[in-house]
């Protein structure tokens, strides 16, 4: 099956404590997103890359890092310093970052701060 | 500031009834337009995209409008079908010299009845 792949599905971490969220895929695409969605509000883009080992800050990265060792492979670091961390977490690929090129998402990781 | 606004903002309708969403954007100069549909706890999936030249879409039974003099979209949904209850999002894209930016609606969540 081709496709994007986020995990895990749900997420608890205490405050204080770092959390990295996982998103894969098999789709052979070049760019990676990551958003964050909450209730009322539209997607807001945290970081994007476009290509291996490099990668942008989107609207809201405070708080947020992440890394592009891999083409497949973009995880998303929740750290301390992220003040309003429980969101729906919501990753993304496509074949490049043009004009015209599908966003895919992927499931979703529905973070929570206790 | 570019802005997408969604209305309404929730709907119920009995099943087999239609029903159409509204979508109005202030993105300038803009690319394209695409309706997502978003299943509870999912990531969301591309129903349509409209280009600027684009008047109407249909995808099955549902059917998106464009006016871009005007900065109105409409997604159509004839017939409905319980499995049609979602949140659909409109995203607008900014042309390639302003970023190529995406952005997102806050959604319409639709609740179709039996």
């Known amino acids: 099956d081709g496709g994007i792949t986020q995990s895990p599905k749900y997420l608890f971490r205490k405050e204080g404590q770092n959390v990295t969220l996982s998103c894969e895929q098999n789709?052979?695409?070049?760019?990676m997103y990551w958003y964050r969605q909450d209730p009322g509000q539209g997607l807001r883009l945290i970081y994007y890359?476009?290509?291996?080992?490099?990668?942008q800050k989107g609207d809201i990265a405070e708080g947020y890092s992440v890394s592009r060792e891999k083409k497949e492979s973009f995880p998303l670091t929740v750290t301390s310093a992220q003040k309003n961390p429980t969101a729906f977490y919501l990753c993304?690929?496509?074949?490049?970052?043009?004009?015209?090129?599908?966003?895919?998402f992927g499931p979703g990781t529905r973070l929570t701060v206790l | 500031k570019n802005q997408v606004e969604q209305s309404p903002q929730s709907l119920i309708i009995l099943e087999g009834k239609n029903c159409t969403l509204q979508?109005?954007?202030?993105?300038?100069?803009?690319?394209?337009l695409r309706w997502y549909k978003q299943d509870t706890g999912r990531g969301p999936v591309s129903l349509t995209i409209?280009?600027?030249?684009?008047n109407t879409k249909s995808n099955g039974r549902y059917t998106a409008t464009l006016d871009a003099d005007t900065k109105q979209s409409s997604l159509h949904i004839t017939a409905s079908q319980l499995s049609d209850s979602a949140s659909y999002i409109c995203?607008?894209?900014?042309?390639?010299?302003?970023?190529?930016?995406?952005?997102f609606g806050a959604g319409t969540i639709l609740r179709v009845k039996s």
């Open positions: 993304a690929s496509s074949r490049s970052s043009g004009d015209y090129n599908e966003q895919f």
């Open positions: 979508c109005n954007y202030t993105v300038s100069p803009f690319s394209n």
């Open positions: 789709l052979n695409h070049d760019a």
């Open positions: 995203v607008v894209r900014a042309s390639r010299e302003y970023g190529n930016k995406l952005v």
């Open positions: 409209m280009t600027f030249s684009e």
């Open positions: 890359s476009q290509i291996v080992n490099d990668f």
